[in-house]
DNA sequence: TTATTAATTGTCAAATGTGACAATTAAATT
DNA sequence: AATTTAATTGTCACATTTGACAATTAATAA
């Protein structure tokens, strides 16, 4: 019966915002009043639409898990019927497909889960999805695995992925976007060849 | 010819309160303030014996990798003649030789380098060392590995050591100690099987 | 045109973090 | 005891960030 509400789209431009910001100046770094620039708004807008701080993380963590099982989503829509863990690897070690201002959202929010119960559980669940879909897809290529392996695969290859862009700082992602995804490429390897696994109790014979 | 100077102790002492307190608040959240009440001295001492806050971090970073190297020299002081690569594995993941603080202050520090740049540089060649350490210590076991692969399986075994800290915050570090371990286990198994390296145009056949 | 609802602007106070510096106290030397 | 050097304390001003709220403007329905 009145003025429509812009809240959604101000919402969205708000955490878009936001989350160039985390890029530049960092989570902590991200003042209000940064953000309200980035979003080219006042600064009382941005707490008349989001609300005070807190709300403006929590909000931001819910939209980038949102986006990023999206995403997934898509992602495993087009899984091949073969060959997946290669379609797994280009997807999260092929620059084209990357997207280093994401991870470092992520990288953010985890960070400061640390000193913040609610977002902690949150970035928790979106963690052990994340691992169980590649744990998932993985399993496509190699039904006969054994759990635990194939979860330590899971994460040995997540703990790639995460810290190609986590060691983004130190401005050397490119250089190491090979290695890591060599390592990968050799961690899945190592499913290959059941007979192989673990001989770690015959190592020096 | 007059009073002794504290400069040291102090520096010292302010320098581990910084620590605590990074593990405690984060470095952002770590001001003059609570640095000083958690080494028991005032804001003004601090800043009298360090400076100010961007002396305090850089202060604090060059004292880190002072530290680090101090203990990677130990480290590799002790280097067994053979099966190096298990040695190395526990040392980076038995609980009881790791310190989730200090891997903390490390991550911290990187994190913060990505806007600063004489921080950056530090920490850029604070990596270099540790990950050309690593591979040397590979190398004893492996003398006739290719560069390249090693490389990979180096960084490979970094990033599953650094992620499982920095996923600390997830509170989920003893969860993922196991499977992080073995997976680096696995990338270094690879590197026991010559004939099968890089087969990656015959995984179909 | 009026009423209504929401966007938008602007401003103030409180809290916090920091830099600078004066003033005082303590421990050594001569 | 006097001097010297440094530790220690205390305080002030300035800038930043934030929370709260009043005042105004804009868009829609009746």
Not at 10 to 28: K, M, N, P
Not at 56 to 65: D, T
Request: net charge negative.
């Amino acid at each position: 019966m009145a003025r429509p509400s812009k809240k959604e789209e101000r919402t969205e431009e708000i955490l878009q915002a936001f989350r160039r910001c985390i890029a530049i100046y960092g989570l902590e770094g991200s003042t209000l009043e940064r953000i309200a620039e980035e979003a080219g708004l006042k600064r009382s807008l941005v707490r008349h639409f989001v609300g005070n701080r807190e709300d403006l993380v929590e909000k931001l963590a819910e939209r980038v898990i949102k986006e990023s099982d999206a995403q997934w989503s898509i992602f495993l829509a087009y899984l091949p019927p073969t060959d997946t863990s290669t379609y797994l690897l280009d997807g999260l070690f092929d620059k084209q497909h990357s997207d280093p201002e994401y991870v470092l959202v992520i990288e953010s929010l985890i960070f400061a889960a640390g000193r913040d119960d609610v977002l902690r559980e949150k970035m928790q669940r979106w963690m052990k999805r994340f691992t169980d879909d590649v744990t998932a897809i993985l399993r496509q290529d190699f039904p006969l695995a054994d759990d635990n392996e194939l979860a330590a695969i899971s994460f040995g290859i997540i703990s790639l992925y995460f810290n190609l862009d986590s060691l983004a700082p130190l401005a050397m992602s490119d250089i190491y976007r090979q290695p890591a995804r060599e390592a990968a490429e050799r961690l899945i390897q190592t499913l290959k060849q059941p007979t192989l696994i673990r001989p770690a109790h015959s190592q020096t014979h």
